[in-house]
């Protein structure tokens, strides 16, 4: 039977590989525009998209098309969130690579730990700039984030040294030795004689004289 719409779509499947062979990009994304009208999640099109976004360095316009990949995404599954985290992860590298937007790299991967809260990148990335820009509560909000995964997941080597540096920054950034002692008695909760620990809240104490 006679189906327009997908002789309409054959047309603009052959105009697509014809421009894509050409030396004129603009009229390729224009064509592959027209594809996505029909099918918005014509994975050929959206690869096609990006990689001439990329070529003609279209930042933005690449950015706003990783938004529409991110509202394509179907589900809250591993794979799903997985496919989110890719994406978000390929718009951290533009808005730090290409347009040296701080804020947003910032802001992205806080989103990634939305979707993936252990996300070691995002961590990792979120647990240096904090500390270079000497963002301390952020960064105490990092490390706190940090050692709470550690302890779900029975890493007490992990959890300690995260709760020894959250003290250190409390007593030397804030000079709030209140807050630094609750993180060493955590310490103590699960290694009573730790010597390091003891000598540190001792020291502690002392800060609050």
Do not use: C
Not at 1 to 14: E, G, I, S, V
Not at 76 to 99: G, H, K, P
Not at 166 to 177: G, H, I, Y
């Amino acid at each position: 039977m006679f189906d327009p719409k997908r002789l309409k779509r054959a047309k603009l499947l052959q105009k697509v590989f014809e421009s894509a062979s050409g030396i004129n990009p603009e009229k390729a994304i224009d064509t592959w525009k027209s594809i996505l009208k029909l099918k918005a999640d014509y994975e050929p099109a959206r690869t096609a998209l990006r990689r001439l976004f990329t070529q003609t360095q279209k930042w933005n316009a690449l950015l706003e098309f990783l938004k529409e990949d991110l509202n394509l995404v179907v589900g809250d599954d591993s794979a799903a969130n997985a496919r989110r985290v890719s994406v978000y992860l390929q718009m951290i590298e533009i808005y730090r690579d290409r347009l040296s937007l701080d804020v947003m790299v910032v802001n992205t991967y806080n989103q990634v730990l939305q979707v993936d809260p252990n996300n070691a990148e995002a961590l990792d990335a979120l647990e240096t700039r904090f500390e270079e820009s000497a963002r301390w509560n952020d960064l105490i909000g990092i490390l706190k984030r940090r050692a709470d995964a550690a302890r779900s997941f029975g890493d007490d080597e992990g959890f300690i040294s995260l709760q020894r540096r959250m003290a250190v920054l409390w007593t030397e950034k804030f000079s709030n030795p209140n807050q630094a002692i609750a993180h060493l008695e955590a310490v103590l909760e699960l290694r009573p004689s730790d010597d390091a620990a003891i000598a540190q809240l001792i020291d502690t104490y002392r800060h609050r004289k």
